[in-house]
């Protein structure tokens, strides 16, 4: 698995989570490098990893595990290869769909091997759910919401999402205070109930708070409980109004402030085109974003809406940001969002 670095340094460990699983999982061996271009890996690079002392782990069910702090120099925006041999057959419960870099997959212990041949391959992370690099003069921004943070209709393994876009703005500009950009998007998630992974509210103290050195956090959230509202026989209970986004607003920031973090409120983008576009739908979205524009309880706002919006037909998106399915903006949409950040929010 190949997992971009923001912030450089000299020491790295990974967390691996079973948060999902209904079983442990033995980890039989674990191994972290430089990465090489593809399944390759850079030579004398390779590091074997612990976890308490122990080369092998099992990970309960329903938890998380670190690793030991391994010595290795990765570089700002670097890219780093972790290999994981499981030796028994196992669900994949725990996994990140839509990792947007190539995972390749080995029959057998290649933790090791320099440059292994891939018996198949996928976009997706299997239990990896961190890597930490030790860096005790940065500070973490968090971009917390659904597919849109996540990168979905981005291209793969170009890191095209808006928010490793806007870390390469923070990097060019920050220096010595650097600035790492943790990506926590989930597609389908939702504010205030579960579809593709815990609700927004439920997993803010599990993927946010638990993070190191969290300074900010960027709410893109809302489009997916709009959406689902307008699909026929949904129950009446998992339907929301603006009303309700917005209670779920205030709980996320009340949650933030309590740990002396700065919740940077983001505007839901345009929908008009998708199936479940409804005037109802667009009537909550308006109001939410208003209220993310003027309600003053964000820290600090950024305005998606405006920067991805059509000028001519405002409730869809720009055609050229248009990924073609109406809701997730292309490559050149997500660098829009990116750029629609005054980094003064980041001081």
């Known amino acids: 698995m190949v997992v971009r670095v923001s912030v450089g340094g000299q020491r790295v460990r990974i967390q691996l989570a079973n948060r999902h699983g209904s079983e442990p999982v033995k980890i039989a061996a674990s191994h972290l490098a430089l990465s090489g271009g593809g399944a390759r890996i850079v030579a004398g ?42 030796s028994d057959s196992v669900a994949t419960e725990t996994v990140h769909a839509l990792g947007l870099h190539s995972t390749y ?48 209709a981005t291209s793969p393994n170009r890191d095209r999402a808006w928010p490793t876009l806007l870390y390469s703005r923070l990097h060019a500009v920050t220096g010595a205070s650097a600035k790492a ?71 996320l920031i009340a949650k933030a402030h309590l740990h002396g973090i700065k919740m940077i409120g983001a505007t839901i983008l345009p929908y008009q085109g998708v199936w479940t576009y409804t005037p109802a739908g667009e009537a909550v979205r308006e109001r939410v974003n208003e209220w993310v524009r003027t309600g003053g309880e964000f820290d600090g706002t950024v305005d998606f809406d405006k920067a991805t919006r059509d000028l001519a037909e405002p409730t869809k998106l720009r055609a050229a940001f248009d990924s073609g399915d109406h809701v997730h903006p292309n490559d050149a949409g997500n660098l829009a969002m990116a750029d629609a950040f005054n980094l003064a929010l980041f001081h």
């Open 45 to 86: 690079s390779d590091r074997t990893l612990s976890f308490g002392g122990r080369p092998e782990v099992t990970i309960p069910a329903g938890a998380t595990v670190i690793s030991d702090v391994v010595n290795l120099a990765v570089p700002s925006a670097g890219a780093v290869t972790v290999s994981l041999f499981v």
């Open 105 to 152: 997959v080995i029959l057998g212990d290649a933790t090791s091997a320099s440059d292994p041949q891939a018996e198949s391959q996928n976009l997706s992370y299997f239990w990896l759910s961190a890597l930490d690099v030790v860096a005790p003069n940065a500070a973490t921004v968090v971009a917390f919401g659904d597919s849109i943070t996540d990168g979905y």
């Open 181 to 251: 950009v943790v990506n926590l998007g989930i597609s389908g998630n939702r504010v205030l109930h579960d579809r593709a992974g815990s609700n927004a509210l439920a997993r803010f103290d599990r993927d946010v708070l638990a993070q190191e050195g969290v300074r900010w956090v960027i709410v893109l959230e809302g489009i997916n409980d709009i959406s689902y509202s307008a699909i026929p026989g949904v129950p009446a209970s998992e339907r929301v109004s603006a009303e309700d986004l917005i209670a779920g607003y205030r709980m």
